[in-house]
């Protein structure tokens, strides 16, 4: 299982970011893809999750309107549409498949986490 995050960077508070994920080594439509965050000094939380069966998607209450999910099973991977963002949404961003997809808890099928990309949000 192997999945393997892009797209982080610097922007400032109000702007948008894109993240994508590219995942392979499982059966992709067996899974949601999830996106999880972790802020320097706390723990990690989930922020989104797509079913990849039927598209059902889930946020996290502090990305309602804010953050979109989407997958393309076509191609095994997802993405994160970030608007609008905060300082407070500076972390570091991880994707990960997952059966806990309703529940946004950081569990992922494989057990351990990518490395992750850096979003820093300037106020």
């Known amino acids: 299982v192997q999945l393997v995050e892009s797209g982080g960077g610097l922007v400032q508070a109000g702007g948008s970011l894109r993240l994508s994920c590219a995942a392979s080594?499982?059966?992709?439509?067996?899974?949601?893809i999830g996106w999880f965050r972790q802020a320097p000094g706390k723990e990690r939380e989930g922020v989104a999750c797509i079913s990849s069966s039927d598209s059902t998607t889930y946020y996290a209450d502090s990305v309602k309107g804010r953050f979109t999910i989407s997958s393309d099973n076509a191609k095994n991977t997802a993405s994160l549409q970030m608007n609008s963002l905060k300082p407070e949404d500076t972390a570091v961003y991880y994707c990960a498949a997952t059966v806990s997809c309703a529940l946004l808890i950081p569990n992922p099928i494989s057990g351990s986490w990518g490395q992750g990309t850096l979003v820093t949000v300037s106020s």
């Open positions: 080594g499982f059966i992709f439509d067996d899974y949601g």
